[in-house]
C-alpha cells in the first residue's frame, strides 16, 4: 500500500537507521540524500527552514531551538574572537544582552549605534568590524530602518548587514532583496503566530554563509525539535491572511489611541505622522504589522491600572499571536539595560507595547475605551 500524505508527518525520532555501510557512505558522500541523526537535521525542521528560505528568497537557512538562538547562529556564522560588532541601539533587549554578556565573553566586542547615524558608520568602524545587527521594525519603539540604505552603508565599510525581521516578517519585508546578508526571525512570533512554539530561523543570502550555519546548527546543537518544527510550517501556512488582518486591526487600534486623551504619543508605522512612515508604506507593500507602544503617563500605578482592566489585552511577555496580548518594555524585553539606556531611547514607565491579534477589532476598541476610562 502506498501512502501519500497531503502534510509531511511528524518524524518524532532522534536516529535513523541505515541498512549497511553503503547507505552510511552515501549519506556522507551525497549531503542531503539521507537523515542520520535529528541535530544533523530532521524533515521537520529542514521542511521549515526550506519554507521560510523561499518566502525570503535566500541561498539556505536553519531552523533553530528559538529567535535567540537564531541570533547567535548569525553572529557566529560572520565572527570569531576578537572581532568587532556594531548594533543598532534601538533593538530587541534580549539581542542586546546576549551580546554583552556572553558574546563579550568570547572576545566579540560590540558598539551601538544610534537609530539617527545609522546611515554614517564611518565613527564607528574599526578595522575588526565584520557586521552590523538590526530590526526592519524596532523593538519596542516602532522606528523603521531604510534596509537598502543600510545595506549599501555597510558594504562600502566591507561589513555585512544582519536583520531581524521579526516584526515585519517576510509578508512585508524581505530584507535579502533589499540588500542584507543574513535575516533572522523569532518563529515564536509571527512566522508560527498561536503562541504555541519557541523557535527561530536564519537565512543566507550567501550559500557559503548558509553553509556555515548549517555547521554551527550541528555543532552547538541548536537545531528545532521534529514537532516544534511541525506546529510552525502549520502556522506559517496562515502568515499571509494573518498579517493582513494585524496590519489592519493595528492601524485602527493605533488610530483610536492617537486621538485619546489619556495617550501621549502612539509608535505605529502605519500612522501618517510616524518619522518613517513613507518609508514604511513603500518597504513594507502597504502593509504595517500588527505592533505598536504607546505612552501612558510616566506613572506605575497609571499602567497597573490600565492593565487590570483590560481584558482582551492580557499581560504577556510576548508577541505575534492571533490573540492579542500587551507588553511593558521597562520591565520585561528591555529590562537589563542600564537607566541611562533606558531613557536614551525613550523606554519610560509609561510605554506600553501592544501585540494586536486578529480578533474582532471592535471588540479591541471597547476594551480599550473602558482600561483607558
Given amino acids: ?220 546543537g541548536l537545531t528545532l525539535s521534529p514537532m516544534e518544527s511541525w506546529l510552525a510550517v502549520r502556522g506559517l501556512k496562515t502568515l499571509r491572511i494573518r498579517m493582513r488582518e494585524h496590519s489592519y486591526n493595528a492601524l485602527v487600534v493605533a488610530q483610536f489611541l492617537a486621538a485619546h486623551p489619556r495617550v501621549r504619543q502612539v509608535n505605529y508605522p502605519g500612522l501618517e505622522t510616524h518619522p518613517q512612515h513613507a518609508l514604511a508604506l513603500e518597504q513594507g507593500a502597504g502593509q504595517f504589522g500588527g505592533m505598536l507602544s504607546f505612552l501612558l503617563e510616566d506613572d506605575a500605578e497609571v499602567v497597573n491600572g490600565f492593565m487590570r482592566r483590560s481584558q482582551r489585552f492580557p499581560f504577556a511577555p510576548s508577541l505575534a499571536g492571533v490573540d492579542s496580548s500587551l507588553s511593558y518594555p521597562l520591565g520585561t524585553s528591555h529590562r537589563s539595560l542600564t537607566v541611562e539606556q533606558q531613557a536614551a531611547l525613550g523606554i519610560t514607565v509609561g510605554l506600553v507595547r501592544l501585540s494586536v491579534g486578529i480578533e474582532p477589532v471592535e471588540e479591541l476598541l471597547a476594551d480599550l475605551a473602558q482600561a483607558l476610562s
Fill in 1 to 220: 500500500m502506498t501512502i501519500k500524505p497531503k502534510i509531511t508527518p511528524i518524524y518524532q525520532t532522534s536516529v535513523f537507521k541505515f541498512d549497511d555501510l553503503n547507505e552510511l557512505e552515501q549519506y556522507f558522500g551525497e549531503p542531503g540524500s539521507r537523515y542520520l541523526y535529528s541535530r544533523n537535521g530532521n524533515p521537520n525542521s529542514d521542511e521549515l527552514a526550506d519554507k521560510v528560505n523561499e518566502l525570503e528568497g535566500g541561498a539556505g537557512a536553519i531552523a533553530t531551538g528559538s529567535g535567540m538562538a537564531a541570533i547567535f547562529a548569525a553572529i557566529a556564522a560572520l565572527c570569531q574572537a576578537g572581532d568587532h560588532v556594531l548594533c543598532a541601539a534601538d533593538i530587541y533587549g534580549g539581542s542586546s544582552a546576549l551580546l554583552n554578556a556572553e558574546l563579550s565573553r568570547m572576545g566579540i566586542v560590540v558598539t551601538y549605534v544610534p537609530f539617527e547615524q545609522l546611515y554614517d558608520l564611518a565613527q564607528f568602524v574599526q578595522p575588526t568590524t565584520r557586521l552590523l545587527l538590526a530590526e526592519t521594525i524596532s523593538n519596542p519603539l516602532l522606528r523603521v530602518a531604510d534596509l537598502r540604505r543600510l545595506a549599501a552603508e555597510c558594504h562600502v565599510h566591507g561589513l555585512k548587514l544582519v536583520v531581524d525581521n521579526t516584526f515585519a516578517s517576510p509578508v512585508i519585508t524581505r530584507p535579502l532583496a533589499l540588500g542584507a546578508d543574513i535575516v533572522l526571525h523569532s518563529v515564536t512570533k509571527y512566522i508560527s503566530g498561536h503562541s504555541d512554539v519557541t523557535a527561530g530561523v536564519v537565512v543566507a543570502a550567501d550559500a557559503e554563509v548558509a553553509a556555515r550555519l548549517k555547521q554551527i546548527g550541528v555543532f552547538y
